[in-house]
């Protein structure tokens, strides 16, 4: 199958509705090496060992997308998405007309959970609607803004190696927000913010907890944090908490986040509903760009503010998560997490995004733009 390397070309592609037709849905799994690893309260993450998904048509042009497996937050692993991108989705979308995105949409949803594998498929077929209509996908889907703004989370560490690792990422891209990794004890969560806080004193600064914390960590450290100005609480305790959730709304002036709590447009609704989030985390590499698109007018529409969240994706992940949050006013306005492909020791694309001044633009290229080194997913992939 021959990738298109025709990406700068503009003018629409010649072929009639209809005609170009998907004829596979590949997964091939593969593993990059970190610089700096993932630390998070819910889990680590020693290697990108993640999904390369490639939605091939008889028009010769492919669709791509980054799947990266959190068994802790969803229950996919690497071999589950590469099984069910390969077998149940590739055999849902075989024979399509790329085009249609709702129809695709709605056989991808016939398979229950998935939402990491699911997510990057619709991710592929929108690069694919991309490259086949010669329009970047933040064009296609809104094209709100010109560029967004970038914040970088900060992964655990000791408190003067999270406010060196903020430090270097302000000084070298000029970024400014930044996501702490929080749900250790109290005393060493506060430890950290604040060492953050003393070395960039105009910082902007959230926090996430992934989960971590009981009830009573929560409050020992969710009260100082508040004091130390963090903007929002990302995921304090369980999410099966409700009572405990609802009571730390509550307490706090600062919101909480729904991340974990946010996986899919219905949990979005019952998260919502249930009164304790007053952010939701949107992130691509779960609900692609379709899904991603409901959950954003569902928060419009209940008043919620959306910050784009990221699953420490890869270069390709954080193309996607940029052209989303540049197409529509409510992301284009949030900074969102897409510096944190830079924590990898190597990519699989050529070029990567460029974040300068804090900020990064969409690619201009049809689809995603995205041009995967051959060589290198030789060198990383699993499955060869
Ligand atoms: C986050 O916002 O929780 C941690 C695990 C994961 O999948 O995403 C990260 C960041
Ligand atoms: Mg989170």
């Not at 024979?95 to 619709?122: H, K, M, Q, T």
């Not at 064009?139 to 655990?156: E, Q």
Request: aromatic fraction near 6%; include cysteine; charge should be negative.
């Amino acid at each position: 199958m021959r990738l298109s390397t025709e990406l700068r070309t503009t003018e629409p592609l010649q072929v009639a509705d209809g005609m170009v037709r998907i004829t596979a849905v590949e997964a091939i799994p593969f593993r990059v090496p970190y610089r700096v690893a993932p630390r998070f309260a819910s889990g680590s993450v020693e290697a990108a060992d993640n999904v390369l998904v490639r939605v091939h048509t008889d028009a010769g042009l492919v669709g791509q997308a980054e799947a990266q497996p959190r068994p802790y937050t969803y229950g996919e692993t690497q071999a589950s998405i590469v099984e069910i991108v390969g077998g149940e989705l590739n055999a849902a979308l075989t024979g399509l007309d790329p085009l249609r995105v709702e129809l695709i949409a709605s056989r991808c949803a016939a398979v229950a959970g998935n939402y990491v594998a699911r997510g990057a498929v619709d991710l592929a077929v929108w690069d694919l609607v991309g490259q086949l209509l010669r329009r970047p996908c933040h064009m296609l889907l809104g094209g709100f803004a010109d560029d967004v703004a970038a914040a970088h989370m900060v992964s655990f560490d000791e408190p003067a190696a999270m406010a060196d690792e903020a430090t270097a990422m302000s000084e070298r891209l000029g970024v400014r927000t930044f996501k702490v990794k929080v749900g250790r004890a109290p005393s060493l969560d506060v430890a950290a913010v604040r060492a953050i806080r003393e070395a960039l004193p105009d910082a902007d600064l959230y926090v996430d907890a992934n989960r971590g914390w009981s009830y009573e960590d929560a409050v020992r450290a969710g009260d100082e944090l508040g004091e130390l100005g963090v903007r929002t609480i990302e995921e304090p305790i369980a999410i099966e908490d409700r009572a405990g959730r609802l009571r730390l709304a509550e307490r706090w002036t600062v919101p909480l986040a729904g991340d974990e709590s946010c996986i899919s447009l219905a949990h979005v609704d019952r998260a919502i509903d249930e009164g304790a989030i007053g952010v939701v985390s949107i992130k691509t590499a779960r609900t692609g760009f379709t899904e991603s698109r409901r959950i954003l007018d569902l928060c419009l529409a209940r008043n919620v503010l959306v910050i784009m969240g990221s699953q420490y994706e890869g270069a390709i992940g954080a193309t996607a998560t940029i052209a989303f949050a540049a197409a529509f006013a409510a992301t284009a306005d949030e900074p969102a997490e897409i510096t944190n492909f830079l924590d990898l020791a190597d990519d699989l694309v050529i070029t990567v995004p460029a974040i300068r001044d804090g900020r990064a633009a969409p690619s201009r290229a049809p689809g995603l733009g995205l041009e995967v080194d051959e060589e290198r997913l030789a060198r990383y992939r699993l499955d060869r």
